[in-house]
């Protein structure tokens, strides 16, 4: 039988131990267990993976200290207002400490450096930082980053998310101790969800000892070096975006629509414009790598980059028509335009017949008793 079994793993090496027991068992009435032949397929060296591929065997691992490596990743959340919600988070693989976080409305970019920014700005620079191939993590905003700070920027291998196991596993520990109580809460907006996500990390998740550390979180991560942490201006400049644009003939680049006039002398170059995502009403112009001024503006038809979109608003009502708005605020601007009569026909130093409205109106009416102007 133990034959048969190696021939059949010959014959397909793909075919797996559960699988060869099934034809045995079908041509023969009768098979070994599957477990036996799992351990004779290793004796043999025939155990391979439904694809084909040998199996692999993969080391334990962690970093000698703390922020020489934190990983990146993004949770699907809760939808919270009627918008689905995404975690970013960063880990850093010695402590475990989480370093970087935020829940955003969307799983891009802005939303990414948001939580990375936040990390940097508190727990210092990593020397590397380990994330997979999802759109927000190959953008060029992150790489330009991480550059900027001497980051070393390290993608996963597609199709092998093994050396993420440390996110993952926070994550996890984040669905069942964190989001159970909050489908059981529930939560007004994004605001609140942070808030919530912000005193359960700092309060239960880092002073717990972990597992496999033997230490809480940020006691072990206080433990390391003095992090060093970016300056402001260090900070700024990483998170500024760039792109490569051509100067016309006229002495102008063009960004997103808007138009900006530059020096005259970068005519025919290609030049970097760096920006504000948030701000493209104003632009820095660089030539291989030097400082060439501010563009002056000559037609600003967008103020922010396309990808840099702010969270979503709360959903409007049907119309977005306030009619008790709309007539309240028209009750108070004729209020601003009306004339107290009663009060220009009192006599000086006598006292006022108050009337319907009159409290209103004075508090309208200039100093000298005409009509007060609405502001």
Request: glycine share 10%; with cysteine; hydrophobic share 40%.
């Amino acid at each position: 039988m133990l034959e048969l079994a190696e021939a059949l793993k010959r014959e397909v090496p793909r075919r797996t131990a559960a699988h060869v027991r099934e034809i045995i068992l079908t041509a023969r009435g009768w098979a070994p267990s599957e477990r036996t032949l799992q351990r004779l397929f290793v004796r043999l060296g025939l155990h391979t993976r439904p694809d084909g591929r040998a199996s692999v065997a993969f080391g334990r691992f962690e970093a000698e200290a703390v922020n020489d490596l934190w990983t990146g990743d993004a949770l699907h959340g809760p939808a919270v207002a009627g918008h689905k919600t995404y975690l970013f988070a960063f880990i850093d693989d010695n402590s475990r400490a989480l370093v970087g976080y935020r829940w955003g409305l969307s799983e891009d970019t802005v939303r990414l450096e948001a939580a990375l920014r936040g990390g940097l700005a508190a727990r210092g620079v990593p020397r590397s930082i380990y994330v997979d191939n999802g759109s927000a993590f190959v953008s060029a905003p992150l790489l330009r980053a991480c550059a900027v700070l001497g980051i070393r920027l390290v993608h996963s291998t597609p199709g092998r998310p093994q050396g993420r196991g440390k996110i993952e596993r926070f994550f996890e520990t984040v669905r069942i101790q964190f989001l159970v109580e909050v489908e059981a809460r529930g939560v007004a907006d994004l605001d609140e969800l942070n808030r919530l996500f912000t005193a359960w990390v700092e309060t239960v998740y880092h002073r717990r000892v972990h597992t496999e550390t033997r230490h809480a979180p940020i006691e072990r991560f206080g433990a390391g070096a003095v992090p060093a942490l970016p300056t402001p201006g260090q900070l700024h400049e990483a998170f500024l975006w760039s792109e490569a644009r051509a100067v016309t003939k006229t002495g102008t680049v063009s960004l997103h629509g808007n138009v900006f006039e530059v020096d005259a002398a970068l005519v025919g170059c290609r030049v970097e414009v760096v920006f504000d995502p948030f701000d493209l009403e104003s632009v820095e112009i660089r030539y291989q790598g030097r400082a060439m001024g501010k563009g002056l503006p000559v037609r600003i038809s967008r103020h922010s980059h396309p990808r840099a979109r702010p969270e979503a608003a709360p959903a409007p009502s049907a119309t977005g028509i306030d009619y008790l708005g709309l007539v309240a605020r028209r009750h108070a601007e004729e209020l601003a335009r009306s004339i107290n009569y009663s009060g220009l026909a009192t006599p000086a130093g006598a006292p006022e017949a108050p009337g319907p409205g009159a409290a209103d109106a004075d508090a309208d009416l200039g100093a000298d008793g005409g009509e007060a102007v609405a502001g």
